[in-house]
């Protein structure tokens, strides 16, 4: 059986993503990141900067027009915080290159079809891709929103982090396990 990743004890970091995005995540609609940055190697080979991190909803409203569901987020922007309920585990990393591989993700994310395509061209073609595990608090943690959240970044450190204690995995073990399977298996080419 394959090791399921677990939540870490504390985490301090979370990822700036559409509220859109964020409520995919955490309602097991999407298993799927996609990006072009945020990932490095080193002498392991490549991974992400950060192997778990709390979703932080943006309400970026243009971005919201680029998911596929038109419903708007569930969770409400309030001024000057932000509501932390989602924390992903990464479960694996892998890299896009041929445009082709798009289409074989599509039941694992939320994005329409020009988002994925603009992210893939941009720059260079190319994305990574994170498929990662859902865990959620059965309570919205509100967080102040500070000078370090602010600005176009990906990665945002908590200066109270939300417990971890008490999250509920989104899916099952053997959803989550399958999900993983069918997503590598989209990315490297190979019948799962």
Known sequence: MTSIPTPPDTCSIAFKEWAGVCDALGEGRQSLILRKGGVSEGAGGFRPEHPAFWLYPTFVHEGEQGLRAATPPRLVETPGEVAIETLLVVEWVGRIE???????????????????????????????????????????????????????????????????????????????????????????????
């Open 98 to 192: 041929r445009v082709e591989q798009l289409a074989a993700l599509t039941d694992w994310h939320d994005w329409t079809e020009a988002t994925i395509l603009g992210r893939f061209h941009y720059r260079t073609p190319g994305l990574w891709a994170m498929a990662v595990r859902a865990h959620r608090r059965p309570d919205p943690w509100r967080v102040a929103i500070t000078p370090a959240h602010l600005g176009c970044k990906t990665w945002v450190p908590l200066e109270t982090p939300p417990p971890t204690s008490g999250l509920v995995p989104v899916l099952a073990d053997d959803e989550s396990v399958r999900r993983v399977g069918m997503i590598r298996s989209a990315i490297e080419g190979q019948a799962v």
